[in-house]
């Protein structure tokens, strides 16, 4: 079993940046895919980063390229998610999520086992 708690959401005016933190418990040592996903509201659940937990291997989707980056801390068990210059259509909640493997498969939601709760990320004036 894998518990993973994220945190570092909130409301955040245009053109700020955020630190998401989703820290990890339990036998992680398993799984080496770590994901973030979000869904903005209306819309379904979409792939934002994942990374190899062992060599730190990382895939980011093509909206993410520049303004996001997914990073981990292996001494805290913590995977990390920094949005630069947010966007309104950022707004969304955003997951983290645990898999056995990292792979070409990793940005598809199929690949994970466990998830987190989700933070809210609001992006407003």
């Known amino acids: 079993q894998v518990q993973l708690v994220e945190s570092g959401g909130g409301l955040v005016e245009p053109g700020g940046s955020l630190t998401l933190s989703c820290e990890s418990s339990?036998?992680?040592?398993?799984?080496?895919?770590a994901g973030w996903f979000r869904r903005p509201p209306g819309k379904e659940r979409e792939f934002v980063a994942a990374?190899?937990?062992?060599?730190?291997?990382?895939t980011v989707e093509d909206f993410a390229v520049g303004r996001f980056t997914i990073s981990r801390d292996i001494a805290k068990n913590t995977l990390f998610l920094r949005i630069d210059s947010l966007k309104s259509e950022d707004t969304a909640v955003y997951y983290c999520?645990?898999?056995?493997?990292?792979?070409?498969?990793?940005?598809?939601?199929?690949?994970?086992?466990?998830w987190g709760q989700g933070t809210q990320v609001t992006v407003s004036s």
């Open positions: 339990g036998r992680t040592t398993d799984y080496d895919g």
């Open positions: 999520a645990r898999g056995k493997y990292y792979s070409t498969y990793s940005s598809n939601g199929g690949a994970y086992d466990y």
């Open positions: 990374m190899s937990w062992s060599d730190g291997r990382t």
